[in-house]
């Protein structure tokens, strides 16, 4: 009878150990391999549809969320109503009183003159006299909503760590970054924010580009993807987005600050809103002015 020495049972042991991860990285290579082939886009962020969901009695006593005059959504009693259901069954409408916020401060407060649909998008006119600066709006003396320190700062180097930790795998698709912007608030009292507006920094392996939002936790060292779009043929995606970042506010009044981020396509341009919510940023509130192609 053949005995085995407890050395050979040992290296038997390691080798099918080791035949078993090259397995696995085999697979896992394969995967990769055809996701790079047959994906010519990517996008990847989360998002909620309670909006659009609320009952008739919430939108009704909703009051607006106007960006740039597009009505983005509205709100009540920390809920969201989506813009078109806003519009349709709020009271609060024409002569209602706004908040207006432009930068970093609170510019007045204003009226709605009148109301302008377009293929389902609401815009608003308002007394508001400044057509230069970005703003947003909401209902008069809901809540300040300019709480969260926001500001532009320097890009450092851990901010490069942030976006190569958030891409993860998605890296291999576009190893470059060019980190644009960055930004510092607060969420809340006890969850300060950078958040990096990043682009590819030229065409990765397989000629594809991206546009990403990365949204990094200092306290925690951890970072994460808000918003992120991979195209790659981008002469014929028209509808590739650049990403910015425009406001950190508190647009419902439950204290916490939702960020507010644009997209720019060939033709046309979103608004979303971000809520935080349990570690995690979904999309609650997104509204598009479409161009003319």
């Known amino acids: 009878m053949k005995k085995y020495s407890k050395n050979v049972l040992r290296f038997k042991k390691l080798y099918v150990f080791l035949i078993s991860i090259f397995v696995v990285l085999l697979v896992i290579g394969i995967v990769l391999l055809l996701c790079f082939c047959f994906n010519d886009r990517i996008e990847v962020e989360s998002q909620k549809n309670d909006a659009i969901n609320v009952s008739d009695d919430v939108a009704l006593n909703s009051t607006p969320i106007i960006i740039d005059n597009l009505v983005v959504g509205a709100t009540y009693n920390s809920r969201w109503v989506s813009a078109n259901k806003y519009y349709l069954k709020s009271n609060n409408k024409n002569d209602c009183e706004i908040d207006v916020y432009n930068d970093d401060v609170k510019a007045g407060t204003y009226k709605i003159k009148e109301f302008l649909t377009d293929e389902n998008t609401?815009?608003?006119?308002?007394?508001?006299?400044?057509?230069?600066?970005?703003?947003?709006?909401?209902?008069?003396?809901?809540?300040?909503?300019?709480?969260?320190?926001?500001?532009?700062?320097?890009?450092?180097?851990?901010?490069?760590?942030?976006?190569?930790?958030?891409?993860?795998?998605?890296?291999?698709?576009?190893?470059?970054?060019?980190?644009?912007?960055?930004?510092?608030?607060?969420?809340?009292?006890?969850?300060?924010?950078?958040?990096?507006?990043?682009?590819?920094?030229?065409?990765?392996?397989?000629?594809?580009?991206?546009?990403?939002?990365?949204?990094?936790?200092?306290?925690?060292?951890?970072?994460?993807?808000?918003?992120?779009?991979?195209?790659?043929?981008?002469?014929?995606?028209?509808?590739?987005?650049?990403?910015?970042?425009?406001?950190?506010?508190?647009?419902?009044?439950?204290?916490?600050?939702?960020?507010?981020?644009?997209?720019?396509?060939?033709?046309?341009?979103?608004?979303?809103?971000?809520?935080?919510?349990?570690?995690?940023?979904?999309?609650?509130?997104?509204?598009?002015?479409?161009?003319?192609?």
């Open 122 to 293: 609401v815009f608003v006119n308002t007394s508001y006299p400044n057509y230069v600066d970005e703003y947003f709006a909401i209902a008069k003396d809901s809540n300040y909503a300019l709480v969260s320190q926001f500001g532009q700062t320097q890009v450092e180097q851990k901010d490069y760590e942030y976006v190569k930790k958030a891409l993860g795998l998605y890296r291999l698709y576009n190893t470059t970054m060019n980190i644009k912007n960055v930004y510092n608030g607060y969420i809340n009292a006890n969850t300060p924010v950078r958040i990096l507006t990043v682009t590819s920094n030229g065409k990765g392996m397989f000629g594809g580009v991206y546009s990403s939002i990365i949204l990094a936790f200092p306290n925690e060292n951890k970072a994460k993807i808000l918003q992120y779009s991979y195209t790659k043929d981008l002469e014929n995606s028209d509808d590739f987005p650049i990403y910015s970042l425009e406001f950190l506010a508190d647009l419902n009044g439950d204290g916490k600050s939702e960020i507010i981020t644009r997209e720019v396509t060939e033709f046309n341009v979103t608004y979303n809103v971000f809520e935080y919510e349990n570690d995690n940023c979904f999309k609650v509130l997104s509204e598009t002015m479409k161009g003319n192609k």
